[in-house]
């Protein structure tokens, strides 16, 4: 199948958020996480310009939900991280018929699928399409035409390094800032947005509930933030 796929790395479910872990449980980080995952795949379904979607994962149940979207799974072998987890996912579209890969984290449940095809949209014209983060620098969109163009090097300040290298190999990326997909949620700063209405049911419910349960000023939830 021709066109652009989306491409999911996915840690095991338990172990996901540790930057979370001085506010959340382990149990309520594995929630956080499934949450996110499920309301990513609702907006990838809901794309209009994709053809197919690749989640690299060794987690069962990530593994079951992108089965029951009809996604393909690769098992992550080495389980190394976000950037080994992603050129799987590329190694697996080598030599199957697809013009090039978007990279979706499984924590922007905020985006939209008008922002998944805009960005498949600008593929059109460009090589290299990067959606920064709102707040820490990092990417949370990766396009790439063709998939195997550049290496992957998510992670802190991933953007200016997705940026440098696509310039070092001549390339001029295209850089659209898009509000939805450029909200991730990686430290407790991230867990403060309405949880009313709008996009990511499953995200906001988790955020209303978590809100309700723990009624304290937001400066005290946010002591990770201020340790040196």
Request: glycine share 10%; proline share 6%; hydrophobic share 45%.
């Amino acid at each position: 199948m021709s066109g652009y796929w989306a491409i999911v790395p996915v840690k095991r479910l338990d172990r996901a958020k540790s930057r979370l872990s001085l506010l959340l449980s382990r149990a309520e980080r594995q929630e956080l996480a499934g949450a996110m995952l499920r309301d990513v795949f609702d907006v990838l379904v809901g794309a209009e310009r994709l053809s197919g979607i690749v989640v690299v994962t060794n987690d069962v149940q990530a593994a079951e939900l992108a089965s029951g979207i009809g996604a393909s799974v690769v098992p992550d072998r080495l389980e190394a991280g976000t950037n080994e987890a992603v050129r799987q996912g590329l190694e697996w579209l080598l030599g199957r018929d697809c013009e090039g890969a978007i990279v979706v984290p499984g924590d922007v449940p905020f985006a939209s699928p008008a922002e998944v095809d805009a960005v498949a949209g600008a593929l059109d014209a460009h090589a290299v399409v990067l959606v920064p983060a709102l707040r820490d620098g990092g990417t949370n969109m990766l396009g790439l035409r063709p998939s195997n163009l550049m290496e992957p090097a998510f992670g802190p300040d991933s953007f200016t390094r997705h940026l440098a290298m696509a310039r070092a190999a001549g390339i001029t990326p295209r850089v659209l800032h898009l509000e939805g997909a450029g909200h991730d949620i990686d430290v407790s700063s991230d867990l403060f947005c309405s949880a009313e209405g709008g996009a990511a049911a499953r995200t906001r419910a988790f955020l209303e509930r978590l809100a309700q349960n723990n009624p304290v000023p937001a400066t005290a939830w946010l002591k990770e933030e201020l340790q040196p």
